[in-house]
């Protein structure tokens, strides 16, 4: 457990800020029609956005629906200071959400019920939830939001809001690694009321996914901790702590986990619903 709370408080975060004149422009973004890669070092001043009855807070949109790439999701990492929050957080009555703390703490309020949350705090929030945030540190908090349209289902019930903490959860090992790499997971695999994961994937340094992984699911991962190598759509891609990947339905992923420390990386994906046939 020990190092478990110690890794919490080294996840890398955007703290914002424009780099210096004299450094040299190249970088290691992507924008691929597969995948896109948005390092650690893009996350500055000038691409921060602001949100609608949001107070004293400001976000970097990690993804986001676009026509042509990928469509199930938009990921924020949201930075609100003392004092700030919302109390009309989501405008969007049919939109789910998973909320993780990454640096800070904050209040979270579910219908009427407060939570105090925590590095590795997460909290899923379903449509239609009546909730608010409030900053009561005097530090800034900092957490992502990701957000899904709910694949609303006749017979199936929609999933209750719940909040809870990664250290209170057991990492499930994958078959047949010894433990190398395991999954953090937030909600049962098979539980159909849920038709996103939000878990946290964890590689002992020399872990490996040993093959291209090629499905239906889009990806939408943040680097939490340790570093990489992504072999993305026939690319090798270097990762490493507070960097962002993207990965289009279909695009082949496999890596290993390149450092001395754990790899670590929150993961979304959509599960559990047919396949729309048409623009409806």
């Known amino acids: ?21 004299s450094q040299l422009i190249h970088g290691r973004a992507v924008f691929t029609e597969a995948y896109a890669v948005i390092p650690k070092g893009v996350m500055s001043d000038i691409v921060v956005s602001f949100l609608p009855h949001w107070e004293k807070t400001r976000l970097w949109v990690l993804s986001r629906p676009l026509s042509g790439f990928a469509e199930t999701f938009s990921q924020y990492i949201m930075e609100v200071a003392p ?49 608010q945030l409030r900053n009561t540190s005097d530090a800034p908090v900092r957490f992502h939001w990701i957000r899904k349209a709910y694949a609303f289902v006749e017979g199936i019930e929609v999933p209750p809001a719940f909040v809870t903490n990664e250290q209170t959860i057991a990492p499930t090992p994958m078959p047949d690694t010894d433990g190398r790499w395991a999954t953090t997971r937030f909600v049962d695999p098979a539980d159909l009321r849920h038709d996103m994961h939000v878990t946290i994937v964890t590689f002992q340094p020399g872990g490996v996914i040993p093959f291209d992984e090629t499905h239906v699911m889009e990806h939408g991962l943040y680097v939490l901790e340790g570093r990489a190598v992504y072999h993305l759509n026939q690319e090798w891609v270097e990762v490493e702590a507070g960097d962002y990947m993207w990965l289009r339905a279909f695009c082949p ?28």
């Open 83 to 131: 004092g700030g929050g919302s109390e009309r957080p989501e405008p969007d009555q049919g939109a789910e959400g998973v909320l993780f703390v990454v640096e800070g703490e904050m209040r979270l309020t579910v219908d009427d019920e407060h939570h105090e949350m925590v590095p590795g705090s997460y909290a899923y929030l379903p449509p239609g939830c009546d909730w």
């Open 1 to 21: 457990m020990r190092r478990r709370e110690h890794a919490a408080t080294q996840l890398l975060r955007p703290h914002g800020g424009l780099p210096p004149q």
């Open 253 to 280: 992923q496999s890596c290993y986990a390149a450092g001395s420390t754990p790899f670590r990386y929150l993961l979304y994906k959509d599960v559990n619903r047919h396949m729309k046939l048409g623009l409806s």
